[in-house]
């Protein structure tokens, strides 16, 4: 039987709803945009030839392949799909397309899956590329680049890019359980626990710290683009508003640790060598003023210019919200709050008289980091120097293993219903620093012993320079 008679023919496709307006564009609970769309499209950047002589097909080049995810079900789908297909290309006509999901600034997202293959879910985005200004489509090329570049498990990974006439398609990642912005509104007073806000925030930061490392620059940061994976992970999303630096020099770092308890006994110290992975685009520069207002970074609302330093800032707008249940430079309307980003004013923390009574450690801890990342000269700010290492190293942090980060257990929260593996044991928790710290000091003390180059509890082993060009290393 001839490939034609099974799946209906691209240029019969029907890409047609009706929507309100969103700017949520790769979540499940997106609320979605009006408009129709007839869409004819044939190839994706898996095929090498076009079969309808009135259409032109381009491709964004891999930029390097995807290790940790060449196990993946919906890497398996696709290859399978293309596998199978008359010309060993896979087309639009492999996709069901479900409904749609969401719709923002650039283009609409559907739900879709592979013909065939029930479970591959796949979120896909359509842009039609003449309906947008040339300012925004720059946006999108941007995305598109950024997006074909990206391996790593907190952001999306694009499977297909379709580009037909004046109509653009992306198929990547389809995050079922909504955006941290979602969650957050079914929340008592819309605030996380804080082991739940440290669970996110370790996974965030893991994620800006690759984007770093690439010379790239994020820009947007907020719960509205945090997704949450079936799994229960985050998944970083909208990358048209990044800009990308050249000049980044990446280099080892090594320091000496010293345990401190023994410093209270007559002993001779012995401190531990760690040697830390630091890329950070300490150079990058732009004048353009973009963003979530209440999470614009001070020299960026003051309008003389920007670097890597915005991202942190808004790292720590992030951490307070997700603790909070708000900015903490919100004002009345939207002025105000940027009058309260740009004055000399330094952030103000609300504390519960519970939270006064307990004096609970972590908390303490959260409203340091907090402050250190919202300093409003980014030359002292956390971060702008080092990056995510120096963060790391902060004692809110303590305790997280960061090599084995993608196998945390993810923390229960109201309103999310996370699918547990059964296929791999998970490392439960962030909560306790000191619960597996005698079984984690004898694991790290027998590979020392033993001379293994890796340290369970430093930042190095992550990403490693091929010919001046970021590929990581996970441990296996």
Known sequence: ?????????????DLSCTTTTSDRTYSARSSPARSRLNLSFNESRLSSTSTNPTTSATSIPNLHNRPHRR??????AIKAAATVSSDGSLHLRHLKLLRLVGSGNLGRVFLCHLRGYDHANFALKVVDRDSLTAKKLSYFQTE?????????????????HLEV??????????????????LLRKQPSYRLQVEAVRFYAAEVLVALEY?????????????????????????????????????ILPKLESWTRIDPRWRRRRRKRRGETVTEFVAEPTTAFSRSCVGTH??????????NGHGNGVDWWAFGVLIYELLYGTTPFKGSCKESTLRNIASTKGVR??????????????MIEARDLIEKLLVKDPRKRLGCARGATEIKRHPFFNGVKWPLIRAYRPPEVRGLAVKRSESKAHVSGLSSPGRRGCLWKRLSNYMRNKGSKYNLNSNQNYYCYVNNKVSKMYLR
């Open 144 to 160: 598109a680049e950024i997006l074909s570049s990206l391996d790593h498990p907190f952001l999306p990974t694009l499977y297909a």
């Open 1 to 13: 039987m001839e490939e034609e008679t099974l799946y209906p023919p691209d240029f019969d496709l």
């Open 294 to 303: 209440e999470y614009l970074a001070p020299e960026l609302v003051n309008g």
């Open 165 to 182: 006439s004046h109509y653009t398609c992306l198929l990547i990642d389809y995050c079922p359980n909504g955006d941290l912005h979602s």
């Open 349 to 362: 923390f609300y504390v519960s008289e519970r939270e006064r009574e307990t004096n609970d450690i972590r």
């Open 71 to 76: 196990h993946d079900p919906n890497w398996v």
């Open 211 to 247: 984007l770093h490392s690439l010379g790239i620059i994020y820009r947007d940061l907020k719960p509205e683009n945090i997704l949450i994976r079936e799994d229960g992970h985050i998944m970083l999303s909208d990358f048209d508003l990044c800009f990308k630096s050249d000049d």
